[in-house]
């Protein structure tokens, strides 16, 4: 449960506004024709949802366009033609990044190497060449 705090608001949010007791003036209603059946549309709302259906089906035609112009573009940049397009993804990421853990791998094996080495020669000289007698 969220902790209450007591006071005002909290930051970037604003006051809650006072409204005073006059209302505002309201321009006079037009005056109806004439009665409409309930459920009737008048050519007004017919007009005002001509407009709206015509702006939605033009976003839809540029969203459309927009994703057929990035799938060109991926597929200019290189990525494999025929896999989907988080398959091929995936892969592309998947085998840089095996390439960075490859390398790594061989320099952990480098450094235990020298280690190793290290260990042996230090044993050598300590151990078989009398430096120490156990």
């Given at each position: 449960?969220a ?54 089906v033009?976003?839809?035609?540029a ?72």
């Amino acid at each position: 449960m969220a902790k209450r705090q007591r006071g005002g608001s909290r930051p970037g949010q604003r006051a809650p506004l006072q409204r005073g007791g006059t209302p505002a003036v309201r321009p006079p209603a037009k005056p109806a024709a004439a009665p409409r059946p309930a459920g009737s549309l008048s050519s007004d709302d017919l007009a005002r949802a001509e407009e709206l259906e015509a702006r939605i089906v033009a976003e839809e035609r540029a969203a459309a366009s927009s994703m057929a112009r990035g799938r060109d573009r991926r597929r200019v940049e290189g990525f494999p033609a025929g896999r989907g397009r988080s398959a091929g993804t995936l892969a592309v990421v998947a085998e840089e990044e095996y390439r960075y853990v490859a390398r790594d791998l061989r320099r952990i094996a480098a450094v235990f190497a020298l280690i190793f080495g290290i260990l042996i020669v230090s044993w050598l000289v300590i151990v078989v060449g009398g430096l120490v007698t156990i």
